[in-house]
């Protein structure tokens, strides 16, 4: 069964660049979508970014400064953000679901399968 399990998250300043990991076990994710979502205090989750090869989506908030990528085992998925800011702090969860899902890439109802999370904070 696929599990997912992030990594990468930690504090860093404003304007700096930071790759979140999301890795697959108990499966590759040759047959998954993955989707990266955040959680600010206060605020609901939102889509972030979108994967599933060839094909890639990015959120509006964070579009132009972040990009996903997967690796060659298909095994992890990155996320890598630049020129953070505060408004960038949240919690950063990657997603997986099936490739014939036919649902919005930010629909979140639409992955079954969730990691725990990681922490991002932008501070001085």
């Known amino acids: 069964q696929l599990q997912l399990v992030e990594s990468g998250g930690g504090l860093v300043q404003p304007g700096e660049s930071l790759r979140l990991s999301c890795a697959a076990s108990?499966?590759?994710?040759?047959?998954?979508?993955v989707a990266w979502f955040r959680q600010a205090p206060g605020k609901g989750r939102e889509g972030v970014s979108f994967?599933?090869?060839?094909?890639?989506y990015y959120g509006r908030t964070l579009q132009g400064r972040v990009t996903t990528s997967r690796d060659n085992a298909g095994t992890v998925v990155y996320l890598e953000m630049n020129s953070l800011t505060y408004e960038d702090a949240a919690i950063y969860t990657c997603?997986?679901?099936?490739?014939?899902?036919?649902?919005?890439?930010?629909?979140?109802?639409?992955?079954?399968?969730w990691g725990q999370g990681t922490q991002v904070t932008v501070s001085l």
């Open positions: 997603a997986a679901r099936p490739r014939t899902s036919r649902y919005i890439w930010w629909d979140q109802g639409s992955y079954h399968i």
């Open positions: 994967e599933s090869f060839p094909d890639r």
């Open positions: 108990g499966d590759t994710l040759a047959d998954y979508d």
